[in-house]
């Protein structure tokens, strides 16, 4: 990695322009920016969830999972659970770096992972908080062992 300052003079006072460049976006890349958003101050900490009769707002430390069905998605928090329409794209790209997509169907939260358990044909099943699990697929165990460290 390569960290320099390069001064521009097209910058106004106190602006700042921020670029990360690599050979392709992975969920480290992801992660460094939303670290470079909170430090900024420009991150949030709450997803807006619209449902038939209100929007509402989910703490970040709340949410365990998210999970898709089609176009529904069924957020799971510690107190509810939520159902909603969209698709998963969309949702990761606005969630903080505590969250890591695990398949095609699913988001967690590590803040809520309690542990991986093997599963079928390679795959890993999430155990989280209030009993929750999840299948984590072989495409995406790579990624979340880099998130984890291990």
């Known amino acids: 990695m390569h960290v320099s300052f390069e ?3 097209n910058l106004g006072p106190g602006e ?6 690599a050979a392709e976006q992975t ?3 992801t992660a460094l920016i939303h670290d470079i ?10 997803l807006p969830v619209r449902t038939n009769d209100r929007v509402l707002m989910l703490k970040y430390q709340n949410i365990i999972l998210i999970e898709v069905n089609r176009e529904v998605l069924t957020i799971t928090t510690t107190d ?11 949702i990761v790209q606005e969630l903080g770096p505590t969250f890591v997509q695990v398949s095609r169907y699913a988001i967690l939260n ?6 991986l ?4 044909s390679g795959a890993m099943v999430a155990r989280l908080s209030a009993n929750h699990r999840t299948t984590v697929s072989r495409r995406y165990l790579k990624q979340l062992e880099q998130r ?3």
């Open 80 to 90: 509810q659970t939520i159902t909603t329409r969209g698709h998963l794209h969309q």
């Open 117 to 120: 358990e093997a599963g079928f």
């Open 148 to 150: 984890l460290g291990i």
């Open 16 to 21: 700042i322009s921020i670029a990360v460049r």
């Open 110 to 115: 590590l803040d809520h992972l309690q542990a």
């Open 37 to 46: 958003h909170r430090l900024v101050g420009k991150s949030r900490t709450v």
């Open 7 to 9: 001064p521009d003079t």
């Open 27 to 29: 969920p480290a890349i």
